[in-house]
């Protein structure tokens, strides 16, 4: 049974029992209108207390049913609560640990509310794209008022019972024994012949037209780009004017909606990418881990100094090599003047900011860190130097310390080859700034042993990092694709866009930001100096020419020098349209006999999202990734992919396949066109053929 049930003193106890989350699955929801039935029909019960077994009342939806029949199989959660509302014995509801979504919209049907005070309550369906669609934006506002239940339905965050304790959410917020507390109370209401129901309450408000049109117009400030909280605002509204079952029909209608958006389709697939990405072939619940305890970081530059921080942020001490004391310094200090910035900003405070400086130990000799269960290695981008650190790694590190690279561009399994122990090294790809970026591209070398792997993506989750595995290619997942992301922009550059329109386009498509600010922002001399060993290694392959001009004639290598692809005024981020850059482009066309077009930002979209689309296609046939949402996953914590999009992937499943391969067929009939470049990948081809999508 999924939904237990006893009887103590004339009390019938049901508890909820679907681990890990006591999840509403189809059982639980059977369960619980059998036991309160039940409960009804038996004359030893003059009461019901229900609860959850375990660590939580209930998560609410059981993640495991969704896009299953089973979700949509009665009885809904919907009918559950009326069963609950309607019964002719008082129900109490139990709260601790956590009561979410439907967890706590079944509470809601409950007559009365006891919780632990440190239950954490919350109706998160916004996050998904939703709205709680069994009551929860009717019988909230009721219960905690119109603003609070507002706030809460349209942040999805949790809110501690403790903050509501002097709501009509709660009858009791208690320190003690929730049960004994809930049973205490069932005893003394179970002679009553009526009991309060949240759907009888009036929203008390002085203005709430004036309140909700407020509300409308911040939400639409803030979150542009989602229907999801408009529709909270719209429901709550229904729960103010209209009668209660008319507004839950309201509320259902506007859920059903929602669930048939592209926003929430994105935001469900990036919850589930998120949960797939864990899942790794080699790597079982059995995998036994190394456990981490102590890590070293070689080289205190950008890179090195972010990773150090990750893991005092941890709470993992950490040491931190460099050759030379000053870069050391130089190293340390920046590390601190983060940390400060943090605390002025009050997200830390003095004494915090000192535990995490006291957890980063600066040191010159690898003797010190020959006791580290993973060292990371971040130092200058060159193989040569890579091998005389892990020549070194390899004298001194203790057996079965894991050795990580973070490189960029170099192959994991050459850095591997280096070594006596190749099974224990493995690349970290980090992004800029390390300490700030969610995303981890984990790479798995030929020999790197699961166990290895298997800890590190669980260092990951410690780190508060996205880990996603990658194989080992040029670029791995990320930079592989957006090298051709990028070769696409400067080719519109010379057809006929300048670099505003380019950024301006993908801007509003949803990017954080375009290729060209990106590109001043990172240093186009990185770029750069990647194209010049590309052209040694591949020469065939075709760049638009304008990039390499940037800094060959113009020495334009972007924000750190005040001019890239824009020009910038001194301790100003703010990109101002270059006319140098623009004579430039201008001769560049004039040169090579181009009649520039005007591109619209339709195509500049497409070219630029397609092209990530059909390099991700060869990355899934050659194994480097393991499925597409690992790639979706890539893009939306690294490389600032609009979130309500879902990634590259699920936007191509959203245009549909055969759209993105006819566009790119299109565009390979361009003039300019290198029709190489639109070769659709075979496996679009496949799925195409075949009718299906990226799963
Ligand atoms: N900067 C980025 O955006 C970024 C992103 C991902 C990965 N990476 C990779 O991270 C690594 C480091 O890049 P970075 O940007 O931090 O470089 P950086 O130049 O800022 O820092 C490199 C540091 O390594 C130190 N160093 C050099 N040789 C050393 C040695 N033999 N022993 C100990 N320390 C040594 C240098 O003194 C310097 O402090 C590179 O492999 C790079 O490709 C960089």
Redesign the pocket.
């Known amino acids: 049974m999924t939904a237990e049930y006893r009887v103590d003193s004339g009390v019938a106890i049901v508890t909820l029992r679907n681990p890990p989350v006591n999840g509403l699955n189809h059982a639980t929801r059977q369960g619980v209108v059998e036991a309160i039935t039940r409960a009804n029909q038996d004359s030893a019960v003059r009461a019901i207390v229900l609860n959850g077994e375990g660590k939580l009342f209930s998560g609410g939806a059981d993640i495991r049913e969704f896009n299953t029949p089973r979700m949509s199989q009665a009885p809904h959660l919907g009918t559950v609560i009326q069963t609950v509302e309607a019964s002719a014995k008082p129900v109490v509801a139990a709260l601790h640990g956590t009561a979410m979504g439907g967890g706590l919209e079944l509470a809601m049907g409950c007559h009365y509310r006891v919780a632990a005070a440190d239950t954490q309550v919350a109706l998160p369906e916004v996050k998904l794209g939703l709205l709680p669609g069994a009551g929860g934006t009717q019988r909230l506002p009721r219960l905690v008022g119109l603003e609070r239940g507002l706030n809460m339905i349209v942040s999805g965050e949790p809110v501690p019972a403790k903050a509501l304790a002097d709501t009509k959410l709660f009858d009791e917020v208690v320190e003690g024994d929730v049960l004994a507390a809930a049973l205490a109370l069932a005893q003394r209401v179970a002679g009553e012949s009526r009991h309060p129901r949240a759907r009888d309450l009036r929203i008390d408000y002085p203005n709430p037209d004036g309140y909700l049109g407020w509300a409308r117009m911040t939400v639409a400030a803030t979150a542009p780009q989602y229907p999801a909280p408009l529709r909270c605002v719209d429901a709550v509204a229904a729960a103010v004017k209209d009668k209660f079952d008319d507004a839950l029909k309201k509320e259902l209608g506007y859920f059903l909606e929602l669930s048939m958006t592209p926003e929430s389709r994105a935001l469900r697939h990036a919850f589930f990418a998120e949960r797939a990405a864990s899942d790794v072939p080699g790597v079982t619940r059995d995998t036994p881990l190394r456990p981490i305890q102590r890590a070293a970081v070689?080289?205190?530059?950008?890179?090195?100094?972010g990773i150090a921080m990750n893991f005092a942020n941890a709470g993992i001490p950490v040491q931190l090599?460099?050759?030379?004391q000053e870069?050391l310094d130089?190293?340390l200090a920046t590390i601190r003047k983060n940390y400060e910035n943090s605390a002025k900003k009050g997200k830390l405070t003095a004494e915090q900011v000192e535990q995490r400086m006291g957890l980063i130990q600066p040191t010159l000799s690898y003797d010190d860190i020959a006791q580290a269960d993973i060292v990371i290695?971040?130092?200058?981008?060159r193989f040569d130097?890579?091998e005389?650190?892990f020549r070194q790694l390899d004298a001194v590190m203790k057996p079965g310390a894991i050795l990580a690279?973070?490189?960029?561009?170099?192959d994991v399994n050459r850095i591997a080859a280096i070594t006596q122990r190749p099974q224990d090294v493995v690349g970290t790809?980090?992004?800029?700034p390390?300490n700030v970026m969610k995303l981890l591209e984990v790479v798995r070398g030929d020999k790197t042993a699961d166990d290895v792997l298997g800890t590190v993506m669980k260092l990951g989750k410690t780190l508060r990092k996205t880990a996603v595995v990658s194989g080992v290619c040029d670029g791995f997942i990320g930079n592989r694709m957006i090298e051709q992301y990028s070769r696409q922009a400067v080719f519109m550059l010379e057809e006929g866009a300048t670099p505003a329109q380019v950024d301006g386009a993908i801007e509003r498509f949803g990017f954080a930001m375009g290729p060209f600010r990106m590109g001043d922002l990172?240093g186009n001399d990185?770029g750069y100096d990647i194209r010049q060993r590309r052209a040694k290694e591949k020469p065939g392959l075709h760049y638009g020419k304008l990039a390499d001009q940037l800094i060959e004639q113009f020495d334009r290598k972007g924000q750190k020098v005040g001019k890239g692809w824009y020009d910038y005024k001194p301790g100003d981020r703010k990109a101002i349209p270059s006319r140098e850059v623009e004579g430039m482009i201008a001769a560049y066309r004039d040169a090579s006999g181009i009649t520039p077009r005007k591109i619209p930002d339709s195509e500049i979209v497409e070219r630029l999202v397609f092209a990530l689309v059909n390099e991700a296609c060869h990355i899934l046939e050659e194994g480097i990734a393991l499925r597409a949402s690992d790639i979706d996953l890539v893009y939306l914590t690294g490389y600032g992919f609009p979130v309500y999009r879902g990634g590259p992937m699920q936007y191509a499943n959203e245009v549909g396949l055969y759209n993105v391969m006819h566009a790119m067929q299109t565009f390979a009939r361009n003039r300019q066109a290198d029709p190489e470049f639109w070769k659709p990948a075979p496996l679009l081809r496949r799925l195409v053929l075949e009718g299906r999508d990226f799963e």
């Open positions: 070689i080289g205190a530059g950008t890179m090195g100094g090599l460099e050759l030379q870069a130089r190293g290695e971040a130092v200058f981008e130097i890579k005389q650190v690279t973070n490189t960029s561009t170099l790809h980090f992004f800029s390390a990172a990185i």
